[in-house]
C-alpha cells in the first residue's frame, strides 16, 4: 500500500494517534484477560478461557504495533512487525481451533456465567471503535501494520460475539457445543488474515 502524500505534521499527528489507541487496546485486553480467565476458571469454561488468551494475544499484537510507532522511523519496521501480528493471527487460530475441537469431543459443559456474559457484551461495543478508529489512521498513513493490528482486534470483536452467544445459549437452552462451532469458523478467519498479514496485503484487503 503506497502512502498517501501527508504533510509531516499530519503524518506525526497520525503516528501519534495510533499510539494512543493502541494504548488504550492494550489497557483494555490486559483487564479483559484477567477477567475472562478468572471467570473462565470459575465456570469451567473452554471458550471464556481461550477468549482470555486471545485478549493476551491482542495485546502482543498492539504491543508490537507501539512498538513500531515509538521508532524514529516506523516505516522502516513494518515487515517485522507485519510478520509478528501474523504470527499473533496464526496463534489465536491455532489455540481456538485445538480448544473448540476438545471441547466439541469431550462434550464439556461449562457453567452459567454471569461475569462471563456482561465481559464479552461489553467487548462487543468497545472493540469495533478502537478497531475502526486504528484502521482509519493506519490507512491514511499508509500503515500495513496498523491495518493488520486493526483487523486482529475485529477479531477480538468476531470472538467476542461468538463466546457471548455460546454462553447465552448454553445458559438459556443448554447448547454446549454453540461457541466451540462458532469458534472454528473464527480460527479460519484468523488463519485467512494471518496469511494476508504475513504477504503484506493487509492495507489490500478490506473488512
Not at 73 to 96: G, N, Q
Not at 118 to 133: C, G, R, W
Request: hydrophobic residues 55%; charged residues 15%; contains cysteine.
Amino acid at each position: 500500500m503506497a502512502p498517501p502524500a501527508l504533510s509531516s505534521a499530519r503524518r506525526a499527528a497520525l503516528h501519534r494517534r495510533i499510539r494512543i489507541i493502541v494504548g488504550i487496546t492494550i489497557a483494555y485486553n490486559l483487564i479483559e484477560a484477567v477477567v475472562a480467565l478468572t471467570a473462565g476458571t470459575v465456570a469451567s469454561s473452554a471458550a471464556l478461557i481461550g477468549f482470555g488468551l486471545d485478549s493476551t494475544i491482542e495485546v502482543l499484537s498492539a504491543a508490537a504495533v507501539a512498538w513500531q510507532f515509538s521508532r524514529k522511523d516506523p516505516e522502516r519496521w513494518e515487515k517485522p512487525t507485519l510478520r509478528a501480528i501474523a504470527l499473533a493471527f496464526f496463534a489465536l487460530a491455532f489455540y481456538v481451533t485445538a480448544s473448540s475441537a476438545l471441547a466439541l469431543f469431550t462434550g464439556g459443559r461449562p457453567e452459567h456465567s454471569t461475569v462471563g456474559l456482561a465481559l464479552t457484551a461489553v467487548s462487543v461495543i468497545v472493540m469495533p471503535f478502537l478497531s475502526l478508529a486504528e484502521r482509519r489512521a493506519g490507512r491514511e498513513v499508509g500503515s500495513a501494520t496498523a491495518v493488520a493490528d486493526s483487523k486482529q482486534t475485529l477479531i477480538c470483536t468476531y470472538l467476542s460475539i461468538a463466546v457471548l452467544a455460546g454462553l447465552a445459549l448454553n445458559s438459556l437452552f443448554g447448547w454446549w457445543w454453540a461457541d466451540a462451532v462458532a469458534g472454528l469458523v473464527i480460527a479460519a478467519f484468523a488463519i485467512h488474515e494471518g496469511i494476508e498479514a504475513w504477504k503484506g496485503d493487509a492495507c489490500a484487503t478490506s473488512i
